[in-house]
């Protein structure tokens, strides 16, 4: 069941657990639930998402550990 749009989504280190085509498929969940222009705190192990979340006009902001 989807909930709505998110306008901050925290995305720690739970993808590097995964396999790659779980991690696709949680990626396309996560982007799928982010508003445009919303905010995503992602670990440093999510290189892609700034591409990612730029190409849907959100913005990924790097969390320290």
């Keep these: 069941a989807r909930f ?3 306008d901050v989504i925290f995305c720690r280190n739970v993808l590097i657990y995964l396999t790659d085509p779980a991690r696709e498929q949680v ?3 996560l982007l ?3 508003r445009p222009g919303g905010l995503a705190y992602v670990a440093a192990a999510w290189s ?7 190409a849907i ?3 990924a902001a790097q969390m320290d550990q």
């Excluded at 998402?49 to 730029?54: H, S």
């Design 32 to 34: 799928a639930a982010l």
């Design 57 to 59: 006009g959100a913005v």
């Design 27 to 29: 990626t396309a969940a």
């Design 48 to 54: 892609q998402a700034r591409e990612v979340l730029a």
């Design 4 to 6: 709505g749009l998110f």
